[in-house]
């Protein structure tokens, strides 16, 4: 693993540092804005008082920290693969090149020491989970990994009760970010309750501190920040057209692992791209957060 | 976290300690009942010979070993909360009190060295599993810490062969206490067989020190310990009962985390008030029986 | 723990170990042909440059190479129990006998310092897991446990997809051996693509190498290595005796626990013993396969 010198010095320095997922740059936006937003995520840590830690593999090397050459072989290299927990030592010891997801970049940057990472949306329980087995391993790794992550919920195409579930089975702590109800990825509330709630960045380094004090198992603290109510998406068209693409996919018969992007795409064309702003302003606000909480848990 | 002077000693010294928990005590048995029931399970330990720890989170802060102005206000605050292990932190950084389930308590108990633990029933598996999600973290703890949990089984309400397979999938072991069938909370059997069965309070602890020279995973082991045949539940009074309580759970729409206080009450009416007593008797059986494990334990 | 000197001689050096399983001789062939496949086994790991270490539980005592006599016992003592991982405290502090799964023979060759197990297919999820929990053990195990399982895949009886969608949520590493599609145990394919694929031994223990490096959570490697074209079982057969065997269960009632051992009992007789063969091709390929793993790790 190499970790950037930028971000080993702020973590050796005990400055704070945010760790940010690549599948977003590889494979969640097209190019050439990929790179612009890895680019402006990155300086919404860096406004923020944080360093920022983009995570990926490249040429079999997990990198914890980019610079501009490898932000940029993400955002443009064809064929790159997604990479969870499990991918990273294939993927090391045959020298390939790949983007981390959620499960990916929560092992890297915990191993490196980075303790915050800003991300769009968990990876959960697929709908039609009674009948298909499908969970993301995002949920085993937050399980298994002190790390804090700031995300927006859990993207709507996933059963989303199923997901805070499971969560609760497997015991990844959950809080709302100036929230009772925990967020709807696009929307600003997905209408389930969240069981706990804080106000301000310090409260979170708070329970990131009584996690250490505690001690034993190592699990991971979700702040769920929802996309604020003026940015996110128009919560009757989400509905519609998740429906409409529910149904296509149906009668399409598009399922197992092709049915993510079907709906993430059918999502961005129904909704004449607005989901993919509203997306867009989530992850923005998480990684703005993510700086401050990383921030008040270097100050601590 | 702070343990009790009195625990901690006994601890220091290698006395035998026996962990209890504090939801049956703010939940689980109205006032001033429940204070009464918690001052007489810390007895029935001391009676075996063990130094009880009451476990729970005031103000912020866990605590095993509880002195009686602790259980006086976990039997009396109004508003507590359920605490598992992944609302600790949580709690702790916001400074709330709250009782702790066999989650929080399993996990807290571990931390502070005590390595046996009673209480009535486990979490588990809840019925309507194959439509919608619904699994106690009681299970994922008990998969990774290190404790031995006397209980009676399983509550009746869940799905118990469905809970008894997580179990089995998750590594947990399980030995019945002199019988062959795993027990039914408020009755002496469930139906279901068991693997493995102990005879004495010494094989019990035998067991845990084979999981000791084992070491690598740490997982609980589950002493099943049936209610006695002459003081559990009529058998067919409780499944008339429980039948009738999911027929209306169902016709008034009572779902989620509102079903099992809902079957609980529904239980102690519809059996004027015979499943408390059984569960009681249950509960008594299994903190002698732990108290004993844990004086075995210390002996060897 | 008992480590057979052999075995304990070759690990001190850092020369190859094989881990072979026990269930397979006790419950998986009739006898006296188990007793001849063990030592056959035995001496394919010592063709491939490697030292043997069969796992079984004998008088209480978790044994890491047998001699003779251990085969023999294993091999011929009436009612042996089978040992998963959280059987193995209880069968220890009872002093019983028993032969090792999966689960119980990676756990305890893992905490020998085995690094490479052989073995013919893994546990998983049953079919029908939409209405009745079960998924074994394993892969809760491999999920814990940092070895290499080198396989020919998921039992047919069982549900192959679900089982590989369980190996991903709970992040076990999968490659297949000079192969894209996930072996089918008695066939060369299940028709299922894996996304990992390696071409030598010396692959396969870079893998490992990439997992020591990236540290962290202790997970399994799984070697996926069909059963040669030429020697799998006719998948017109097996495919038709397997869904005559499935009706039969269904007919008779045949459930639970009971469901394995009736399905494998009449593939070998509705496929004339062709499916014993097969099974036992894809073990002895297994084997050798581990032992240049080993080997090549061992070198590294
Ligand atoms: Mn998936
Ligand atoms: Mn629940
Ligand atoms: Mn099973």
């Known amino acids: 693993m190499r970790v950037s010198d930028e971000v080993a010095e702020a973590l050796a320095a005990g400055r704070p540092v945010v760790a940010l997922e690549s599948t977003i740059i590889s494979h969640g936006l097209p190019q050439p804005r990929n790179l ?16 920022p830690a ?8 997990p990198r914890v920290g980019l610079d501009k050459d490898g932000l940029d072989r993400i955002a443009t290299e064809p ?10 030592a294939p993927a090391a010891a045959l020298g390939l090149s790949g983007a981390t997801t959620v499960s990916g ?20 329980v697929h709908r039609g989970w009674t009948s298909v087995q499908d969970e993301s391993a995002d949920i085993d790794t937050l399980s298994r990994t002190k790390i804090t992550v ?27 970010y100036r929230t009772d109800e925990f967020p709807g990825f696009y929307l600003h509330s997905s209408g389930e309750p969240v069981d706990w709630r804080v106000e301000t960045p310090e409260e979170a380094a708070g329970i990131m501190r009584a996690q250490d004090a505690l001690g034993g198992l190592e699990t991971a603290l979700i702040v769920a920040n ?7 998406l128009d919560p009757d068209l989400h509905d519609r057209v998740l429906a409409e693409g529910l149904r296509a996919a149906e009668e ?13 795409e ?9 989901s993919l702003e509203a997306n867009l302003a989530a992850v923005r606000g998480n990684t703005a957060l993510a700086g401050r909480i990383a921030a008040a848990w270097a100050a601590g």
């Open 226 to 232: 929802p996309v604020p109510a003026d940015l996110q």
């Open 252 to 264: 399409r018969g598009v399922t197992g692992q092709a049915i993510t992007p079907f709906l993430l």
């Open 36 to 51: 612009q937003v890895a680019l402006e995520l990155e300086e919404i840590v860096r406004e923020a008082g944080a360093v």
């Open 79 to 88: 064929g790159l693969r997604k990479l969870g927990y499990r991918d990273l």
């Open 150 to 176: 700031v995300c927006a919920g859990v993207k709507s195409i996933l059963d989303v009760p199923a997901t805070l579930q499971r969560l609760e089975t497997k015991q990844v702590s959950v809080v709302g």
């Open 105 to 124: 970049t929560s092992f890297l940057a915990a191993r490196a020491g980075v303790r915050v990472f800003a991300t769009g949306g968990l990876g959960g």
């Open 54 to 61: 983009t995570v990926a593999v490249l040429d079999g090397v």
């Open 266 to 274: 059918y999502l961005v064309e129904g909704t004449g791209g607005a």
